[in-house]
Nanobody, 123 residues
Framework: QVQLVESGGGLVQAGGSLRLSCAASVRTFSYYAMGWFRQAPGKEREFVAGIAWSRGSTYYADSVKGRFAISRDNAKNTMYLQMNSLKLEDTAVYYC????????????????WGQGTQVTVSS
Protein backbone atom coordinates (compact mmCIF):
# COMPACT_ATOMS: atom_id res chain seq x y z
CA GLN A 1 0.00 0.00 0.00
CA VAL A 2 2.55 2.55 1.17
CA GLN A 3 6.23 2.56 0.37
CA LEU A 4 8.72 4.89 2.00
CA VAL A 5 12.21 5.52 0.69
CA GLU A 6 14.79 7.49 2.65
CA SER A 7 17.72 9.27 1.08
CA GLY A 8 20.31 11.88 1.95
CA GLY A 9 22.35 10.00 4.50
CA GLY A 10 26.10 9.86 4.41
CA LEU A 11 29.30 10.75 6.16
CA VAL A 12 29.61 14.22 7.65
CA GLN A 13 32.01 15.92 10.00
CA ALA A 14 30.85 16.96 13.45
CA GLY A 15 29.26 20.39 13.29
CA GLY A 16 28.13 19.86 9.73
CA SER A 17 24.70 19.42 8.22
CA LEU A 18 22.69 16.86 6.30
CA ARG A 19 19.19 16.87 4.89
CA LEU A 20 17.31 13.60 4.83
CA SER A 21 14.36 12.99 2.56
CA CYS A 22 11.57 10.45 2.73
CA ALA A 23 9.55 9.92 -0.42
CA ALA A 24 6.17 8.27 0.03
CA SER A 25 4.24 6.38 -2.61
CA VAL A 26 0.79 7.16 -1.31
CA ARG A 27 -2.04 9.12 -2.86
CA THR A 28 -3.26 10.67 0.38
CA PHE A 29 0.10 11.66 1.80
CA SER A 30 -1.31 14.76 3.45
CA TYR A 31 -3.42 12.60 5.78
CA TYR A 32 -0.47 10.70 7.23
CA ALA A 33 1.37 11.57 10.37
CA MET A 34 5.07 11.22 9.68
CA GLY A 35 8.05 10.65 11.87
CA TRP A 36 11.77 10.08 11.97
CA PHE A 37 13.40 7.47 14.17
CA ARG A 38 17.00 6.39 14.51
CA GLN A 39 18.92 3.44 15.83
CA ALA A 40 22.56 3.69 16.81
CA PRO A 41 24.86 0.67 17.14
CA GLY A 42 24.13 -1.21 20.33
CA LYS A 43 21.16 0.98 21.22
CA GLU A 44 17.44 0.68 20.82
CA ARG A 45 15.45 2.65 18.31
CA GLU A 46 14.54 6.14 19.45
CA PHE A 47 12.17 8.84 18.34
CA VAL A 48 13.76 11.84 16.67
CA ALA A 49 11.01 14.04 15.26
CA GLY A 50 7.43 13.91 14.08
CA ILE A 51 5.03 16.03 12.08
CA ALA A 52 1.25 15.83 12.19
CA TRP A 53 -0.93 15.41 9.12
CA SER A 54 -3.46 18.12 9.90
CA ARG A 55 -1.68 21.41 10.44
CA GLY A 56 1.93 20.35 10.41
CA SER A 57 2.52 20.49 14.16
CA THR A 58 6.04 19.31 14.90
CA TYR A 59 7.58 17.38 17.76
CA TYR A 60 11.20 16.76 18.65
CA ALA A 61 13.23 14.64 20.98
CA ASP A 62 15.07 16.73 23.55
CA SER A 63 18.39 15.57 22.17
CA VAL A 64 17.79 17.23 18.79
CA LYS A 65 15.76 20.32 19.68
CA GLY A 66 17.27 23.43 18.19
CA ARG A 67 19.43 21.43 15.79
CA PHE A 68 17.02 19.38 13.67
CA ALA A 69 13.97 20.55 11.76
CA ILE A 70 11.27 18.31 10.34
CA SER A 71 9.09 19.44 7.47
CA ARG A 72 6.86 18.03 4.78
CA ASP A 73 5.91 18.96 1.25
CA ASN A 74 2.54 17.38 0.59
CA ALA A 75 2.62 18.35 -3.07
CA LYS A 76 5.74 16.22 -3.47
CA ASN A 77 4.74 13.45 -1.06
CA THR A 78 8.02 14.02 0.71
CA MET A 79 9.14 14.55 4.29
CA TYR A 80 12.45 16.09 5.26
CA LEU A 81 14.75 16.18 8.23
CA GLN A 82 17.23 19.03 8.22
CA MET A 83 20.04 18.15 10.59
CA ASN A 84 22.41 20.90 11.68
CA SER A 85 25.25 21.03 14.18
CA LEU A 86 25.62 17.29 13.97
CA LYS A 87 27.29 15.47 16.83
CA LEU A 88 29.02 12.11 17.07
CA GLU A 89 26.02 10.91 19.05
CA ASP A 90 23.79 11.48 16.02
CA THR A 91 25.43 8.57 14.20
CA ALA A 92 22.69 6.05 13.47
CA VAL A 93 20.48 4.52 10.85
CA TYR A 94 17.60 6.91 10.32
CA TYR A 95 14.15 5.60 9.44
CA CYS A 96 11.09 7.43 8.25
CA UNK A 97 7.66 6.22 9.28
CA UNK A 98 4.06 6.93 8.37
CA UNK A 99 0.77 6.29 10.09
CA UNK A 100 -2.87 7.29 10.01
CA UNK A 101 -3.28 7.81 13.75
CA UNK A 102 -1.14 10.41 15.50
CA UNK A 103 2.45 11.43 15.95
CA UNK A 104 4.02 9.33 18.67
CA UNK A 105 7.33 8.40 20.20
CA UNK A 106 7.06 4.63 20.57
CA UNK A 107 6.92 3.69 16.91
CA UNK A 108 3.70 1.73 17.37
CA UNK A 109 1.79 4.68 15.95
CA UNK A 110 3.33 4.12 12.53
CA UNK A 111 2.39 1.25 10.28
CA UNK A 112 4.76 1.93 7.42
CA TRP A 113 8.53 2.19 7.58
CA GLY A 114 11.32 2.91 5.18
CA GLN A 115 14.47 0.86 4.81
CA GLY A 116 16.66 3.36 6.60
CA THR A 117 19.57 5.56 5.62
CA GLN A 118 22.92 5.64 7.38
CA VAL A 119 24.16 8.85 8.94
CA THR A 120 27.72 8.78 10.20
CA VAL A 121 29.21 11.77 12.01
CA SER A 122 32.97 11.87 12.35
CA SER A 123 35.23 14.00 14.50
Amino acid sequence: QVQLVESGGGLVQAGGSLRLSCAASVRTFSYYAMGWFRQAPGKEREFVAGIAWSRGSTYYADSVKGRFAISRDNAKNTMYLQMNSLKLEDTAVYYCAAGLSSVGTTGREYRYWGQGTQVTVSS
